[in-house]
């Protein structure tokens, strides 16, 4: 059953991060393969990254950053096939300085906007405890719940992104807040959107030092880049989105 059967609208996924290229890695693929279901995919992105790496050697100064890296994400919005993002002001680091309810107001008005199914983003650890990635995860959480004064607007399901515990044991990723693997509700085997999702990982050039698992053998890259996990936090009505979309692993 599609997500208009159910809704009565078009299909839609709102994916809400901190940082140009949170939107790829561990979830890059899934949001190309929505695109291919006929999902419009829109992402919002708190930040221009002008805390990140400038590149090895750099691409740019400490200063034309920011505009380098949202042209960068532009670029890998367009690999994905999603529509081009849109970018709060913020600055990179002090998303936890912050008040909730303005974040989340942020959020809820795309929301509104929007008409969102699912709402996609980092969870309440923020996945590596980065504290950008904690905020906006409270963000969203709090817009979800506020969302429900929309009725039938309303988004159906709230999810995070993980990584399952045996994944980080195999990788050596003890860094990671991994989640226990009966905590995973859904898992998007991305094989079929690989080219596109290395085209956007690539697109953040000046990232890719920062990224040692673009360094690793193949079969590493497969097993942490190569199926996409999520736990649904929150869902209206007991709907799972992915389910009823039909992105099963290619989910299991």
């Excluded at 221009?48 to 949202?70: I, W």
């Excluded at 960068?72 to 680091?93: N, T």
Aim: glycine share 10%.
């Amino acid at each position: 059953m599609s997500g208009e059967a159910l809704t009565n609208r078009p299909s839609t996924v709102l994916a809400v991060f901190a940082h140009p290229d949170d939107e790829v890695f561990r979830c890059g693929g899934t949001l190309a393969l929505l695109t291919r279901r006929g999902v419009r995919v829109q992402t919002l992105t708190a930040t221009r990254g002008g805390g990140g790496s400038c590149g090895e050697p750099p691409l740019c100064t400490r200063e034309e950053l920011p505009a380098v890296r949202e042209a960068e994400l532009r670029c890998a919005c367009r690999a994905l096939g999603i529509e081009p993002p849109r970018l709060l002001d913020y600055v990179d680091g002090t998303l936890s300085d912050v008040d909730e309810g303005e974040g989340a107001a942020h959020v809820l008005s795309t929301v509104r906007e929007l008409r969102p199914q699912a709402l996609i983003t980092w969870p309440p650890d923020g996945l590596s405890r980065h504290t950008d990635h904690i905020a906006v995860s409270r963000w969203t959480q709090r817009a979800f719940e506020r969302a429900g004064s929309l009725g039938p607007d309303a988004p159906l399901a709230l999810y995070y992104l993980a990584v399952p515990r045996t994944v980080a044991q195999a990788l050596g990723l003890a860094r990671l807040h991994a989640t226990p693997d009966e905590e995973i509700t859904t898992a998007v085997d991305v094989g079929p959107a690989w080219d596109e999702k290395l085209s956007a990982i690539r697109c953040h050039r000046t990232q890719l030092g920062a990224s040692p698992i673009l360094a690793a053998p193949p079969e590493r890259q497969r097993l942490f880049l190569g199926v996409e996990h999520f736990r649904r936090a929150a869902a209206r009505g007991g709907r799972d989105f992915f389910e009823n979309i039909g992105l099963e692993k290619e989910n299991s």
